[in-house]
């Protein structure tokens, strides 16, 4: 409908020999276009737009012409209450009322053949079988299972398989930038850390650069940028990790590292908190401690979990996740360098009872 509205709204036209697409939150539009010429009056064409994860795609018959990093799509993720207008075929809606088909305009004049939906954003190979008149299949290796063993699996989607190299034996290379997320809110992950306002995020990582322009995320449990209830950065050489609590709305300020990090160097980062104090650990060895208290009742239960990136494509991490797991307590320095040296936990110096798995991440497909 005309105007941004509820955020979401979605269109592909033909103008003249170009394809167009445009995709809208509540505040921007997203376009997408061919070359000119790429369309042919009188030849069947292919066009498959995929959004979401990964980003806006657009392909036209099998090959990727165009695409933008915005991972928005029409419901809440453009930033709004989602997009309610009518689906139309073979006309425009971009002056139509709300809500509605009437003041529709610019009529396609043509054929339109075998107009399908998927639950997913196609990627080059996808588009290709579609584009030959098969079944697109399952992305390949885009998913990262949950090996906790928890009861409703957390696992997590790759929105660029083509991104990512699997590492031997357990790992994941990021070599461009993708968006690796659980596919929806991750509820129960959140009903167990905050049922003990207290967790360990542990995360064993190679980065493969440290000229970052900005903070890039390797582990959130977010919305967004300015919007989260954990988080493990990188800003060129320093790690940094925000925790969010009734004192501390937005989890900053953050607690940070000296510059530390090399590219092509692995790290063992822990991020711990048990309702005192946000403490770091870097290969066994406690680096940051700051003073940091209150419980986890304002934690957004809506929040996905993402792993080198936030759902607006804004900050890629590059670099190899060898290991990430997240733990309904706190570790002390012995459970850190138990930790580091690839055993379980333990008790904690004051506690006779260790810690249980809740979510790890660590195998191929």
Excluded at 50 to 58: A, C, D, E, T
Aim: proline content about 5%.
């Amino acid at each position: 409908a005309q105007g941004y509205n509820t955020g979401g709204h979605f269109r592909v036209v033909l103008t003249g020999s170009r394809l167009e697409c445009r995709l809208q939150s509540t505040t921007d539009s997203y376009t997408l276009q061919s070359s000119g010429g790429a369309v042919t009056a009188g030849q069947w064409h292919h066009v498959a737009v995929g959004f979401g994860g990964g980003g806006l795609r657009m392909y036209l018959d099998g090959v990727e012409v165009d695409s933008d990093s915005y991972a928005g799509g029409l419901g809440t993720s453009g930033g709004g209450t989602g997009n309610p207008e009518p689906w139309v075929f073979g006309a425009d809606l971009e002056y139509s009322s709300t809500d509605s088909s009437s003041g529709w305009t610019d009529p396609f004049e043509g054929r339109i053949d075998d107009v399908r939906l998927y639950d997913q954003n196609a990627d080059a190979t996808q588009a290709a079988a579609l584009a030959a008149g098969n079944n697109p299949g399952a992305q390949a290796a885009s998913l990262v299972e949950d090996t906790s063993s928890a009861v409703t699996p957390l696992d997590l989607t790759i929105a660029d398989p083509d991104h990512v190299t699997w590492i031997s034996g357990g790992g994941l290379r990021i070599d461009a930038a993708t968006l690796i997320a659980s596919p929806a809110a991750a509820a129960d992950l959140h009903a167990a850390l905050t049922a003990t306002d207290a967790f360990t995020l542990e995360a064993e990582f190679t980065p493969s650069k440290i000229n970052q322009t900005v903070p890039e995320r390797l582990v959130a449990l977010s919305d967004g940028t300015s919007s989260r209830n954990f988080e493990l950065t990188q800003d060129q050489q320093v790690y940094a990790g925000k925790v969010r609590t009734e004192f501390q709305v937005s989890g900053t300020p953050e607690a940070a590292s000296g510059d530390v990090l090399a590219a092509g160097v692995a790290q063992h980062v822990i991020l711990t908190y048990d309702g005192e104090a946000l403490r770091m650990y870097r290969n066994g060895i406690l680096e940051v401690t700051e003073p940091w208290t209150g419980d986890f009742d304002n934690w957004d239960a809506g929040y996905a979990l993402h792993l080198a990136n936030e759902p607006n494509g804004t900050r890629p991490w590059l670099g190899t996740l060898h290991r990430v797991a997240i733990w309904d307590g706190s570790v002390d320095q012995v459970q850190a360098q138990n930790l580091f040296n690839g055993d379980p936990p333990g008790p904690a110096a004051e506690d006779s009872e260790g810690l249980t798995y809740r979510v790890e991440w660590i195998e191929g497909p």
